[in-house]
């Protein structure tokens, strides 16, 4: 049990601090989750939550039950300011028995996931195939069911294909059917939020996009019926969770780590973002037992977690927080969320996302390299998709998204399709997760400025 | 285009033999379809079956036209003795809108397919999970829904699960749900044959199967409704498809390369076992071709292919075929099968499965370093599962089934789900198949005995 003796030898001598980074603190932290008692806490926490409350939509059921659960589980902890902030208005939509059909050139149930947010509607029309988006520009898609057969590049590169309603109705489409965004599939399409435009819309199967388009190219003439029986319903009100480990020195000032708790109302949400809830426990429960054996680890920042709602509906929990916090008198210092799969970094792929200044980045650099030093590769990469931080981001304040290696690809074999369970996790996933998410909240809950 | 350059020097040598392989003989094969005209003609020939009639079940009218089709194809390609046999007296199962249903700890409807030849029944019971085959044996059972959760360790290791439904009755099981059988998952169960007795049972993804198992450790009480609507109907009478090469020198020895058009009711049965087809068709035309241009090509035995029907429940098509042929005055010499994936062998972890003496064994060897050297990485193993052609094998006649490295693991992401569909294969999969069938059908065609 190596930690213990490395915690031994810690309390028995004062940090050593090179730069703002203490990469003594950083090994004990990772150390203690990695190799020592919180090992795996985070994937057994997990488990009850996705296992006994299932998949997590919003505005149902499941999700306030597993919120009740979570926050009464956040009590026991012990953690400080356990609460719910309730964010009214939330997007209601609740998916049916939709069916779309190749009539011609034979008659074939397609394997398809409507997108989020469609109402009911019935079109039966000729479809035209496109491999590609600009192809809408140059081919006459009017009256016709636009399908999308496109090459995956990456889903912030694709997400346009399943958010290409309001352009292609524009140009006269009278359907939409995009080719899911992932890079591999055992017929399995994926759901996603879409456009407000009231077109049918959804997701084909990568294999069943690919027919249409070998189809197409065979010259074959295709109709489709779709039929979507889904629905939006009345606006519900959701709630976020928050709790906290006030800050010593300065409780004000917040450092944020978050994850999401809503999913689609498909598999369990284990992966999205059961995982990153986990992540965020665990990372949370360590400083907080650490800080307990050693009131030199207790931050002098408030480390703040939160698990948002309606994530999966266009960030709607966490903009409403944010809306209701921006004028606060607390100050956030740093923003951070893991929400692309908490997994185990296995090369110096795995990122994190970054945005801030120059200043921000070499110090983000430090704290990679720590983590570095302590067996978790890792990297920083400028980019802007800081998902339900973004908010805070765009304001300015600096931010991170924990990307794995596998977050790239693999991430979306599973991403909203029937396949997102908590088996997906390997040994040591959330906990690797757990160790970067800790490591971040309590380096720069306790550096003196920016 | 080297393979053209090979050929004219080809013309213009005699062949030279060491032992019975004529290596370039052998080279000049596959160079043809490898790198030659021959090169994605048999994947060109399998999109049309796929993607026009989809799965072909046995006893629907897709295989049935699917078969007319291609007998009609291969007429044009003006192959010898191209005829098809009826195999009467089919079993006749179609899947009905079966549904399981997780009652308690909590309702969930759960993702499974039903093992083939079940008929309806309804059963509502308390579930007890086992990890292990042999726990049936010191678990009471009795009144109890069986459900295995066992741990992937092959296909052929792991089939007892899904056809335990004889043994568990016999304990007072009153249904079965067997885990999936494959290594992994995107929320996609796999279907396939199993027991005659009438017991309810269904197979369960992986990740529910997972699911399961995890309540149950915790000590939740499972109780499951299970409701079969899929039914036997009266058998129906199918068709074996053959198609030759008449042997120049022995044309009543026949050298047997083979594949199956029947599939399951799922996806488009492009995997299985729609490639190995057209690897067998393929080889079957490069033969054909290049005899056309030097008739030294020509076999002396007959190569015989045939597409077998019925190989899904329980190879019916091919032991009819054999019943009927095998006191007829045609001498089966070398019988062989595709039917494990046709893949592109890239390690020589890629096996013939061989059933034979060791005089045959070692010729086998020889065909091996042959394709060997010609860039085909693959080796000789013993083994006793050769699918359709088992009756000749059982009888012994020497015999291979093709199995490359990812038929082994990679194939059974596939195999009986929703995602058997043509973009499984890569390019190269299809034509390397074809060459090593089509080596094995031309070299054991031409030796003097075994």
């Not at 939550?49 to 902890?77: N, P, W, Y």
């Not at 006030?246 to 949400?269: M, Y």
């Not at 339900?388 to 931010?399: C, I, K, M, N, R």
């Amino acid at each position: 049990m190596d930690w213990i003796l490395h915690l031994i030898l810690l309390l028995g001598s004062p940090y050593l601090t090179v730069g703002f980074v203490n990469n003594d603190e950083v090994q004990t932290l990772t150390r203690y989750i990695l190799r020592g008692p919180s090992r795996n806490s985070g994937l057994e926490w997990l488990e009850p939550l996705v296992d006994d409350f299932g998949h997590r939509m919003l505005c149902r059921k499941s999700l306030e039950d597993a919120i009740d659960f979570t926050v009464e589980r956040l009590r026991q902890d012990g953690f400080d300011n356990v609460h719910t902030e309730e964010a009214p208005n939330m997007p209601n939509w609740e998916r049916g028995e939709d069916t779309v059909t190749l009539l011609e050139p034979r008659n074939l149930k397609l394997n398809i996931l409507t997108i989020g947010g469609v109402d009911p509607a019935k079109v039966t029309a000729e479809a035209v195939v496109l491999e590609d988006y600009d192809l809408i520009n140059t081919t006459n898609v009017n009256g016709k069911i636009v399908v999308f057969n496109q090459k995956w590049t990456g889903y912030y590169e694709d997400i346009k294909y399943r958010r290409a309603a309001k352009e292609i109705k524009a140009l006269g489409a009278v359907g939409l059917l995009a080719k899911s965004l992932g890079p591999f599939s055992i017929g399995s399409p994926h759901t996603g939020g879409g456009s407000d435009e009231h077109l049918p819309a959804a997701s084909l199967s990568l294999e069943e996009a690919e027919l249409l388009g070998r189809l197409a190219r065979r010259n074959k003439t295709l109709k489709i019926s779709i039929d979507i029986r889904s629905k939006n319903l009345p606006p519900c009100t959701s709630r976020n969770i928050i709790f906290d480990i006030k800050g010593s020195e300065k409780p004000e000032e917040v450092v944020l780590i978050s994850a999401h708790i809503d999913s689609w109302d498909l598999g369990q949400g284990a992966l999205d973002d059961g995982g990153g809830m986990a992540a965020v426990w665990q990372a949370m429960k360590v400083i907080r037992e650490l800080g307990q054996t050693d009131k030199r680890f207790l931050p002098k920042r408030t480390i703040r977690a939160i698990f948002w709602t309606a994530e999966e509906h266009g960030f709607a929990g966490a903009k409403h927080y944010y809306e209701q916090h921006k004028n606060g008198k607390e100050k956030f210092y740093f923003v951070s969320e893991t929400d692309q799969g908490a997994f185990k970094p296995t090369t110096t792929k795995s990122i994190l996302r970054f945005m801030g200044n120059t200043t921000q980045r070499a110090k983000m650099q430090e704290i990679v390299q720590s983590l570095k030093r302590n067996d978790i590769p890792i990297s920083v990469q400028e980019g802007d998709k800081q998902g339900d931080v973004q908010s805070w981001a765009d304001d300015g304040v600096p931010s991170v998204q924990y990307v794995a290696d596998k977050g790239a690809d693999f991430y979306f074999y599973f991403h909203h399709t029937t396949g997102d369970y908590l088996n997906i996790f390997e040994d040591g996933d959330i906990d690797y997760t757990a160790a970067i998410m800790g490591t971040l909240a309590h380096v720069l809950s306790n550096q003196d400025k920016w």
